[in-house]
């Protein structure tokens, strides 16, 4: 089994900056497609971010410019840095991927980290 974990979420004043990891543990695996993705209350998830194993990234309008996604293969991360942050930026984040792990492939969720941006 493979697990993602996200850590970084925090309470950050408007402007500031946060910068979120999301690691995968188990073993025998090899991560493609990954990305990121937020639920505010009362909201459906939606998409922030997505990388792809050779590194091509896609954004959301509403963070381009501001977001940017990265990763490190070698060491199984992914990292979302947010900059210049807006209290509609507040939302559960969501680590997300497409894991290989011997002749499967199957996509998997982290738990959520908390992201709250005060005006």
């Known amino acids: 089994q493979v697990q993602l974990m996200e850590s970084g979420g925090g309470l950050v004043q408007a402007g500031g900056s946060l910068t979120l990891s999301c690691a995968a543990s188990g073993s025998n695996f090899r991560l493609l497609a990954m990305g990121w993705y937020r639920q505010a209350p009362g909201k459906q998830r939606e998409l922030v971010a997505r990388?792809?194993?050779?590194?091509?990234?896609n954004y959301a309008d509403s963070v381009q410019g501001r977001f940017t996604v990265s990763r490190d293969n070698a060491k199984n991360w992914v990292y979302l840095q947010m900059n210049s942050l807006k209290p509609e930026d507040t939302a559960v984040y969501y680590c997300?991927?497409?894991?290989?792990?011997?002749?499967?492939?199957?996509?998997?969720w982290g738990q959520g980290t908390q992201v709250t941006v005060s005006s």
């Open positions: 997300n991927g497409d894991i290989v792990r011997g002749s499967s492939q199957i996509n998997s």
């Open positions: 990388i792809s194993r050779g590194g091509s990234t």
